[in-house]
């Protein structure tokens, strides 16, 4: 397992130990993990959202996947 330093402002340094009293994580490290796999979560909802949208603005692509990467390039 990786390990990293993230510095935090005093704000930050709070939340963190709030939440770790509120027992939403066993520990700060915890609450981390649970606050980057929440994050995680949300931006893969964001980007279906996203693409859900494109779609309705008619923004998608129709054809062979082979021809359509050969106009980008």
Do not use: C, F, H, W
């Not at 130990?17 to 994050?39: F, I, P, S, T, W």
Request: charged share 35%.
């Amino acid at each position: 397992m990786a390990t990293i330093s993230v510095p935090l402002n005093s704000k930050q340094t709070e939340t963190l130990e709030y939440l770790v009293k509120q027992r939403v994580g066993a520990n700060r490290a915890d609450v981390m993990r649970k606050a980057l796999e929440k994050l995680s979560e949300e931006e893969a909802v964001q980007m279906v959202l996203r693409a859900q949208k494109e779609m309705g603005e008619g923004k998608v692509l129709y054809g062979d996947l082979r021809e359509l990467a050969k106009k980008i390039r």
